[in-house]
Structures are given as C-alpha cells and as structure tokens.
C-alpha cells in the first residue's frame, strides 16, 4: 500500500468551513460550574412485585444518593405502549419531562428471552431524540446493568448499549450484570455483600465520575458538524424548497 507522504497537502475540497471547528481544550472549560447536585433518573424493566430489576435500580439509587446524586425512579406501571396512544398521555409526559431533568442515567433491565424485556424497551421508545428545541437524551451520561434468572449473560446490557449509543447518550464503559439474581437480594430486597455488589459499586462510581466530567460540557460534546450545516440558513431554505413550503 502507498503511503501518501504527509501531512496531507491536497487540501479537504468538501468541506465546508463556516461550520467546520477544531476542538480545543479551552473550550471545554466550564466559566460556570452548576450549583446543584448531579441528577440521575433511573428506569427499570419489570412490573412484578418481587422484581430484582427494581432492586438492583433501589442499590444504584442509594449509591448515587450517597455520593451526592439527586435520584428519581420512574414507575412504568401504567405507561402505554408506543403508539397505542398520543404523546400527552400524563405517564409519557411524566417520562419525558424526567429524562429532560436529569443529566445521567441508570437503565437496569432482566433478560428474557435472551435480550431486554418488553417493559424497558417501551420506556426507551417514548424517549425521542428531539421534540423541538429539546433532546431529552442527548449528551446525558448511562449506565446499563441486567438480572438474570440463570447463568451470568450479557445480552441485555449489550442490547442496552446499542440503544444508548442510539439515543447518542455517553454510555460508560463499566456495566453489570447480576447472575442468577434470586441468590443475590433477601427477603427485603436488599443485594448481598460480595463481588456482584462491589462490581455495582464500581459502575455507580464510575458514572458520577463521567457525569460530573460531563454534565456542564454535554452541548459541546455532542455538538456535530453534519448538525451545525443543517441548521444554516441556506441548508433549511433548500430543504424547505424540495418539499415545496413557500412555493405558489
């Protein structure tokens, strides 16, 4: 293979400039640090009443709490399914106006069926990536963690994964995943001391570390060339004449 001799001298012909910017490290400072504590907003993928999703999102919760996080745990009981219904449905908007609220987020799900339930998915797929002005996931940080009822697996968390990078939320790169989780949680839903509960120590500790490395930076962060062009002026005049707004 030939290797050009560098650096490049040919220029980059196709790019546009005016929306071109070199990242620098000055613009990651942060003139005004927030006030308030980091917030988190934690889903979990099972209605039962003995449900070891909704344990594993309590010790996350009591973690992040005890490292100063400010927690709120959404209760899927009662949301529609998408499409089933409109948007303004008040468990939707409840949903959404959490996910806007927070600047990270714990998504904890059983495996069933080899992947992530039902339950969780339809909380993921009320969660649009905009709703005008607003990107209720975007730029938000994500922990992913699973149970299972048998051997140790990672097809929900993987699955999991797929769907935050999807939601172009910054997914961190620890994870758990609780095997056999009836032997884990007693009587009162708590998670037994030993490696299973150090490894959601280490995942909880590693997303406030991101969210706080984050959360203030999260627009320039996520902020994209391909984006800032469609936003010109005369990219959205184009647009707006291929589909024939303004025309007679």
């Known amino acids: 293979m030939d290797k050009p001799e560098q650096p490049f001298a040919d220029g980059i012909p196709h790019l546009s400039r005016s929306h071109f910017v070199v990242p620098d490290a000055a613009q990651l400072a942060v003139a005004q640090p927030f006030p308030h504590a980091p917030r988190f907003l934690i889903l979990y993928g099972s209605l039962r009443a003995r449900s070891f999703s909704r344990f594993l999102a309590y010790e996350a919760a009591r973690l992040l ?3 100063g996080g400010e927690v709120r745990i959404y209760d899927a009981h009662g949301l529609p399914l998408p499409d089933d219904t409109t948007a303004d449905h008040p468990k939707v908007q409840e949903l959404r106006a959490l996910s806007v609220w927070s600047e990270g987020q ?4 059983p495996e069933r069926h080899g992947t992530l339930t039902g339950v969780m998915k339809s909380q993921i797929d009320w969660l649009p990536l905009s709703e005008g002005s607003v990107r209720p996931t975007q730029g938000r940080t994500l922990a992913v963690m699973q149970v299972s ?4 697996s990672f097809n929900a968390v993987n699955s999991l ?3 935050g990078r999807w939601m172009r939320m910054i997914t961190i790169p620890n ?3 609780v095997p056999m989780a009836y032997k884990e949680f007693d009587e009162a839903g708590r998670m037994r001391p030993g490696p299973l509960y150090e490894r959601v120590v280490d995942v909880c500790e590693e997303l406030m570390k ?3 490395l ?3 930076r999260a627009d320039f962060l996520v ?3 391909s984006e800032r062009k469609e936003r010109a002026p005369e990219r959205l005049q184009a647009a707006a004449a291929d589909i024939g707004i303004g025309k007679p």
């Open 214 to 216: 984050t959360r203030e």
């Open 175 to 177: 994870q758990s995943s």
């Open 149 to 152: 009822g048998g051997s140790q």
């Open 161 to 163: 994964r797929l769907l």
């Open 210 to 212: 991101f969210t706080l």
């Open 65 to 67: 709490e005890a490292m």
């Open 223 to 225: 902020d994209r060339y």
């Open 106 to 109: 714990v998504w904890v799900s």
